[in-house]
Nanobody, 116 residues
Framework: QVQLVESGGGLVQPGGSLRLSCAAS????????MGWFRQAPGDQRELVASLTQLGSPRYADFAKDRFIILRDATKDTVHLQMNNLKPEDTAVYYC??????????WGQGTQVTVSS
């Protein structure tokens, strides 16, 4: 059973930064990819950023130049560094991992609220 535990969400003012973390219950290199999605009320869940097993990043257009996805293999953790946050970034952020059987695993989500 794969477990993904997110942390680091919270309330931040526009222009501020947050760093989300996703701790996996197994070696992160066992996953074909890991990434972050988000879902705002009334909206569909959307990709924010992801990393392939080889470390190639992929970003949604809104995340380019503001967000960075990083991994720490020593802690089996993937981070999402979010800078210059905007009110429209307010959402629940979910960690995702796809294993070698193409099964998608999800964390429980962490709330990010950008407001003055």
């Amino acid at each position: 059973q794969v477990q993904l535990v997110e942390s680091g969400g919270g309330l931040v003012q526009p222009g501020g930064s947050l760093r989300l973390s996703c701790a996996a219950s197994k070696n992160i290199f066992s996953f074909v990819s890991m990434g972050w999605f988000r879902q705002a009320p009334g909206d569909q869940r959307e990709l924010v950023a992801s990393l392939t097993q080889l470390g190639s990043p992929r970003y949604a257009d809104f995340a380019k130049d503001r967000f960075i996805i990083l991994r720490d293999a020593t802690k089996d953790t993937v981070h999402l560094q979010m800078n210059n946050l905007k009110p429209e970034d307010t959402a629940v952020y979910y960690c995702n991992a796809i294993d070698s059987r193409d099964i998608s695993h999800w964390g429980q989500g962490t709330q990010v609220t950008v407001s003055s």
